[in-house]
């Protein structure tokens, strides 16, 4: 563990600052609670709000899972994995099983998760009105009222313009029927696995000084009409690798003559069904 | 071709951390930058730095710049993540600023007043052309030196305030906020809008500023004072009870006198805008001073229309930590993200044609 | 006196462990969870209370002792930092041994429904007492808490709470190191 630091890095006080936040944002799910975000050592847009919510949650008997599109090898999610390692000296894992903390960008792993994992999501922007009214004072009152009719416009004029809702990622969900929420920018496919999750899901976000959090077993309906309902979507391929038909896929060039190869964005579950392909 | 995309991502960092060590240090024949050369030679860089950073230490400044290769927001960066850190111990005394011991003194809105204009070590009326003496390192003339007489450097603000002409600038006695502990919320207090401004980008400063000055917020200014030199740092212990001494800053203060405020109950009046800044940062001190002015347009009964008049604009996008972090973050792998809009916009396109 | 009695034996890992059991507890309303074990506090302070004040309270945190609390005050304020207030409605954390009504405490604001208290009280105990059937985010269908030494119509009391959402208290029981979490999120009837 480095030396000059506390376990985790942060200081008790700002863990008991954020631990503090974290309990709001479970009482009021969806709803975003304003910290003290402090600066990190890794940029903002880095996941620094997810560090700080993983920080306060970890202790020395946690097993730390850090995924980034999905993936456990990208260059963000082990130089995460990496901070972690050193400065709480944690067990570290890519098995989604293993793990009783995943910290995770863009993604949520396609293995169900459990009563006893915790996950943790680096939000870069929590509020899911920005587009619409950037104000931060306004929104804030919108959220008060539950006043999210604009948003139900803009995905009205969405169906009429293209037949469909356009939002791909970061699709808006309602939690507990009450708040409006960024669900961070996951892809829309994900958006099922939000709702009723038996594990806690916490969300942090360092540049905006926010987290919020979806108990487990919290309803969480992505925006919809009665007449256009949602729609999770992937692209219509098997995984060239493991022959997933379910998974998220990730689209990779093979050369400049239209060649792809699509195979599971989540290569922990893509590894575990060749493994077991393999054992069989 | 396999999969490879960004696997071996561990090692692949180890050897970028270990290039840009060798990219920093640059042809080993060129001798070794001292942190001491950064800090007495590029001083206005670790003015810079130390403002943007929010932490007061020249040789940790230089140690940043160095690390940072002279990229000054990185260099303001590394600063914040150490001070983040550091425990707090105590609050300092109000700086007494009107004690300056005085490098530079000017104001523009008197052509002489006591304690008089000292020029300073300004570059204001340097002609600039590049100096190729510079290069070899000839040692420059010894700059002529009188003992002048202290004399009593009275505010500007002051000597217009003895007449009621300025808005006094009673403090209200509460606590200043710290936008480092608790997340700002609108609307913010000047407190808090100053401490934003006094480590926001100094580009962004200038561009607002500037923009106040151009009609975009109806600014008409008057450098009241310009002062930039040391003052002492005092904290008041609880156990002794008297304050004590324990350092000094240099520091650049500006007073703006800006248009008159005043309704059926308050006769006219100049009103203020202030700008502080770490080291010698004029450019700096006077922006923050437009900026300053410019905020308090709710407050003055103004119409606040332009961007430089709206707080959360300015206090949201000030700070180029963060500006440059969610600006850069877009290189970091997306995707997932954009694999979900290739897909919505390829259904969308089958479906209409 | 109170001073001679320590706080956690390991300020970092007993925090933890103890904010992670009341987050647990939090997240599945009437789930029993253990803090504060081995922790020998100042009557009347049980050790799952001291436990949850240890971890959550420093300077920064406004905290309310009902009077009966008061003898443990200096062990408090000692070992967390904080400096308990008079005004029960500025309180961020509150310390009750009986349980009247939330009236006295925020319910936050519609605009900041998170500024609300958190009542920390201490009963007899789980598992016997009052039945109640709990409902809401973190409960699959329902479940069902016994708790001895709520107030008889601690029903009505909670739902005048649960109506004010977003608003509304979050409140922690306590007996002895077990603890019990009820979010404003949570519906509670009668079973």
């Known amino acids: 563990m480095t030396e000059g630091y506390n376990f985790a890095y942060l200081d008790e006080q700002t863990k008991r600052m954020i631990r503090r936040a974290l309990l709001k944002a479970v009482a009021i799910p969806g709803h975003q609670i304003p910290f003290g975000s402090r600066e990190m050592p890794l940029p903002y847009g880095w996941g620094t709000g997810g560090i700080q919510v993983t920080a306060a949650v970890l202790g020395a008997s946690d097993v730390l899972k850090v995924i980034d599109q999905g993936a456990d090898d990208t260059t963000n999610a082990v130089s995460i994995r990496r901070f972690f390692a050193k400065t709480a000296g944690v067990r570290t894992t890519t098995h989604t099983a293993e793990a009783t903390v995943i910290q995770t960008r863009h993604r949520i792993p396609e293995r169900q998760l459990r009563d006893d994992q915790i996950i943790v999501y680096q939000v870069p922007m929590p509020e899911p009105l920005a587009k619409l009214e950037p104000s931060r004072t306004e929104t804030r009152k919108m959220h008060a009222l539950a006043d999210y009719g604009a948003m139900y416009v803009k995905l009205y004029e969405d169906i009429t313009r293209f037949g469909h809702v356009s939002i791909s990622y970061d699709y808006p969900v309602m939690v507990n029927n009450r708040h409006l929420m960024s669900p961070s920018p996951i892809p829309a496919f994900d958006n099922p696995k939000l709702h009723m999750s038996a594990a806690l899901q916490l969300f942090g976000a360092g540049r905006e000084k926010r987290v919020y959090a979806i108990p487990p077993l919290t309803p969480v309906n992505s925006l919809d009409f009665e007449d256009h309902p949602f729609r999770a979507t992937r692209a219509p391929h098997s995984c060239g690798l493991c022959g997933s038909d379910t998974s998220y896929l990730d689209e990779v060039v093979t050369d400049d003559r239209g060649g792809r190869l699509f195979c599971c964005s989540d290569t922990d579950y893509c590894e575990g069904r060749r493994q077991s392909a393999t054992a069989e | 071709m396999a999969y490879v995309a960004v696997k071996g991502g561990e090692r692949a960092i180890d050897n970028a951390h270990a290039w840009l060590a060798e990219a920093r240090r640059g042809d080993p024949a060129v001798a070794d930058i001292g942190t001491d050369q950064i800090a007495q030679q590029l001083g206005r860089a670790v003015d810079r730095a130390m403002a943007e950073g929010s932490l007061y230490d020249r040789d940790l400044a230089a140690l940043a710049i160095k690390q940072a290769q002279g990229d000054l927001i990185e260099a303001a960066f590394l600063l914040r993540a150490f001070r983040t850190t550091l425990p707090r111990f105590a609050a300092s005394l109000p700086l007494e600023t009107g004690a300056i011991r005085p490098l530079r003194r000017i104001s523009a809105v008197f052509k002489d007043l006591p304690g008089g204009q000292v020029l300073g070590p300004t570059t204001d009326y340097t002609h600039r052309l590049l100096d190729f003496s510079l290069t070899d390192g000839t040692p420059p003339p010894a700059a002529p030196l009188t003992a002048a007489e202290p004399e009593a450097m009275p505010r500007v603000h002051d000597i217009l305030g003895r007449e009621g002409l300025i808005e006094p600038d009673a403090p209200d006695g509460a606590e200043p906020g710290d936008l480092t502990r608790e997340p700002l919320a609108f609307p913010a207090g000047r407190d808090l809008r100053l401490q934003a401004l006094a480590r926001g980008d100094e580009g962004f400063l200038l561009s607002l500023g500037y923009s106040s000055q151009r009609g975009y917020g109806n600014n008409h200014p008057f450098i009241g004072e310009i002062r930039m030199g040391e003052v002492a740092v005092e904290i008041e212990p609880p156990e002794l009870g008297f304050a004590i001494e324990i350092g000094d800053l240099v520091l650049t203060e500006c007073q703006m006198v800006n248009q008159f405020g005043g309704s059926k109950t308050t006769p006219a009046q100049f009103t203020r805008g202030y700008g502080l800044a770490f080291g010698q940062g004029e450019r700096r001190a006077m922006a923050m001073a437009l900026v300053d002015r410019s905020l308090r347009a709710a407050e003055l009964g103004e119409d606040a229309t332009a961007p430089g008049q709206n707080a959360e604009f300015v206090l949201g996008h000030c700070d180029n930590i963060e500006a440059t972090g969610f600006v850069e973050h877009l290189k970091l792998p997306h995707y997932v993200d954009f694999q979900s809009e290739l897909e919505t916009l390829r259904r969308i396109r089958a479906e209409s044609l | ?191």
């Open chain 3, 1 to 191: 006196m109170s001073l001679d009695l320590p706080g956690f034996a390991d300020p970092v890992a007993d925090a933890h462990a103890t904010f992670r059991a009341v987050l647990d507890a939090l997240a599945h309303p009437g789930r029993v969870q253990l803090a504060g074990t081995g922790l020998r506090p100042p009557a009347p302070l049980m050790p799952a209370t001291a436990a949850l004040l240890l971890t959550l309270v420093d300077v920064e945190t406004p905290l309310w002792l009902a009077p009966d609390f008061w003898p443990a005050r200096e062990w408090i304020v000692f070992h967390t930092g904080a400096s308990p207030i008079d005004d029960p409605a500025r309180a961020a954390f509150a310390v009750a041994a009986t349980l009247s009504d939330f009236e006295g405490f925020s319910a936050g604001t519609d605009e900041a429904p998170e500024t609300s208290a958190t009542p920390i009280v201490q009963i007899a105990g789980f598992g016997v007492g009052q039945r109640l059937r709990l409902s809401g985010p973190g409960v699959r269908g329902s479940a069902t808490l016994h708790a001895d030494g709520l107030p008889p119509d601690f029903p009505a009391l909670w739902a005048a709470n649960h109506a004010l959402y977003p608003r509304g208290v979050d409140l922690v029981l306590v007996a002895g190191e077990a603890l019990v979490a009820l979010p404003r999120s949570v519906r509670v009837e009668r079973a």
